[in-house]
């Protein structure tokens, strides 16, 4: 197993910890030529093989910049920038200076920056031509905003705004400030202060604030590292989120906690499985972790050809992860056949937390499975009061914060500190406290745990069918369906029902073959019962879909990282309902 830069387990949180001083600047000190970033360009011709001692001496330099910008210990930056090695420059420049960073996805529209820059009060903004142009056309409206600067040569721009001077050009600046420059770690900040601030990905709602400390993310995602990536020194890990999502920044700290090399293709365009296996191809990357929805389009029959000949073979793979979706079985064997035996590690986590559940080296894969609760997290599965659940009953997924005594000393410390309200700034920690006296953070996730000890995902609370008294999980009819040689993705949601109240409705993206052979409606009727019947044989029936409508990919309202969003699809139902019933 790996030895993390500081030793971690779950349970025991360190009076002191920065990232910066006691992470990056410990590998560079420790062997000055270990690669922290592996940078490939858009075109993959040029790239860039950067160390920790080259990231601990620019983070000195950032870290004094912003602070003769008069950007303080405590003020939130918001960063918007493409995979440039910058973003990992400044980020860690944020953390040793206590500067709380606010990644967010060069996918945001002005609007959206408005948005972020209003609930963060974000008094520093950072970003590329692009993103910062969008900024500047929203800060007349966001009063707090004080120091804009740009990470690209500065062609002149004027700041269209009052309480903005100039926007500053990053290089320009931090050429000003000497290369062998010291900035030390602030005596006022601690493991507890604020660090990050990450929008969650806005699948059931309105994107929420997720405020993460100097060790909730920092630190605890050694754990992702160690028992779900399985990185040390001689890993190169791909991850394939862009920053502005909580996932990139598992990757980040978690392979250098470990003292991976993290790889970075700056990819700008449209995800393209022959360009994701090119770079697989090209660069000696061991580990990948990709969301389910790339794995499912890898392992199409086009993908799979293309990858098992001599320029299609990845160069150095050996351990493969997913999350953020569940992850279907099909995929996971598909996949397994492809690569000669690697499977799929599904881990499950979110922006509020680090890695918690995960299908880790000590146990084998239950295909379909998330895993088991990573060692000594207090991870588990509750009814409506609290109770733990039974072998094989669904429940929230739940984390126990505390057993109520000595709070410091048992608070699991991989979870966020809390939402920031919009209207009010402050914090909401979000701790249900049950008449046991247990207290819980509540995911919002259903699932169930087999006797062996392994979560099985159900799916998001409002995502759950009730059909006839039967509660039926999404993913499961999804997996089933796509166990089916016509399907490439579906989404299954409630569609409202006059004698069962809901029913199960399947939305069915077909392969490309499969839609041409839907001419007409005896076609179409035709696979449709083909399918219906498909999932009665390799499901329980009752949870077979009722009802099925094809749609084009395009169809399938996601969000921005590729998420699908099923409450509107089940909003979509249930206006149809209406229509049709006169409502
Ligand atoms: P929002 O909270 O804004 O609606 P979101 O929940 O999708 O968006 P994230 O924090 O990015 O935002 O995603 C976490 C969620 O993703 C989890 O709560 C869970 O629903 C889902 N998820 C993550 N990993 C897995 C997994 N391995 N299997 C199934 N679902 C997963
Ligand atoms: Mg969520």
Aim: glycine residues 6%; aromatic residues 8%.
């Amino acid at each position: 197993m790996a030895s993390p830069a500081v030793p971690v387990s779950p349970l025991h949180r360190p009076s002191s910890f920065n990232f910066t001083r006691d992470v990056v600047d410990h590998w560079a000190q420790r062997d000055p030529s270990q690669l922290a970033l592996h940078w490939a360009d858009q075109s993959l011709t040029s790239t860039k093989q950067l160390t920790y001692a080259h990231f601990s001496r620019q983070s000195h330099r950032i870290a004094t910049l912003l602070t003769s910008l008069g950007i303080k210990q405590g003020e939130t930056c918001i960063i918007i920038l493409p995979r440039v090695p910058e973003w990992w420059e400044f980020a860690t420049a944020c953390l040793r200076s206590g500067v709380v960073l606010c990644p967010c996805t060069t996918l945001l529209v002005a609007k959206d920056i408005e948005y972020r820059l209003q609930i963060s009060h974000a008094a520093a903004f950072v970003g590329d031509e692009a993103s910062v142009a969008k900024c500047l056309s929203v800060a007349s409206k966001c009063p707090q905003l004080r120091t804009v600067i740009k990470i690209e040569a500065n062609n002149g721009s004027k700041a269209p705004s009052s309480q903005i001077q100039q926007v500053t050009d990053f290089h320009a600046a931090l050429a000003r400030i000497p290369e062998d420059v010291t900035f030390p770690v602030p005596n006022a900040l601690t493991s507890t202060s604020p660090a990050l601030t990450f929008f969650t990905s806005g699948t059931t709602g309105p994107p929420k604030m997720v405020l993460h400390t100097q060790i909730s993310y920092p630190l605890a995602h050694a754990l992702t590292g160690i028992h779900w990536l399985q990185l040390d020194p001689s890993k190169t890990y791909w991850n394939l989120s862009e920053q502005g999502w909580a996932k990139a920044s598992w990757s980040w700290f978690s392979s250098w906690n470990c003292g991976s090399t993290l790889f970075v293709h700056d990819d700008r365009l449209a995800f393209d499985p022959r360009r994701t296996l090119k770079v697989l191809h090209d660069f000696p990357i061991t580990t990948l972790c990709a969301p389910p929805t790339v794995y499912r389009q890898l392992v199409l029959d086009e993908n799979r050809a293309l990858f098992e000949t001599e320029q299609g073979r990845p160069r150095a793979l050996t351990h493969c992860c997913g999350a953020g979706e569940p992850l279907n079985e099909s995929v996971i064997r598909v996949w397994k056949e492809m690569t000669d035996g690697i499977e799929i590690y599904d881990a499950y986590g979110q922006t509020e937390t680090v890695v918690v559940c995960a299908n880790q080296a000590a146990n084998p894969v239950k295909l379909g499975s998330m895993g088991k609760p990573i060692a000594g997290v207090p991870l588990t599965i509750v009814d409506a009061e609290g109770n733990v659940t039974k072998d094989g009953e669904e429940g929230d997924i739940a984390v126990e914060v505390t057993n109520g005594k000595d709070e410091q000393e048992s608070k699991f410390f991989g979870i966020f500190e809390g939402y920031i309200d919009k209207a009010t700034g402050k914090i909401d920690n979000k701790v249900n406290t049950f008449s046991n006296g247990r207290r819980y953070y509540i995911t919002g996730d259903r699932a169930s745990r087999d006797a062996d000890g392994y979560f099985w995902f159900v799916g998001r609370n409002d995502d759950v069918i009730n059909s006839a008294g039967y509660r039926i999980g999404p993913f499961e009819v999804e997996s089933t369906l796509k166990q089916h040689h016509s399907v490439v993705e579906s989404a299954v949601v409630a569609s409202p029902d006059v004698q069962r109240d809901e029913v199960v409705k399947a939305f069915v993206v077909l392969t490309d073959s499969a839609a041409a052979n839907v001419k007409d409606n005896g076609s179409r009727d035709k696979l449709v019962r083909e399918l219906q019947d498909f999932c009665k044989e390799h499901a329980a029936p009752y949870k077979y879909p009722r009802k099925i409508e094809f749609v084009d990919a395009k169809f399938l309202p996601k969000t921005i990282s590729g998420k699908i969003r099923r409450g509107e699809l089940k909003a979509l139902e249930k206006k149809r309902y209406q229509e049709a019933n006169g409502a």
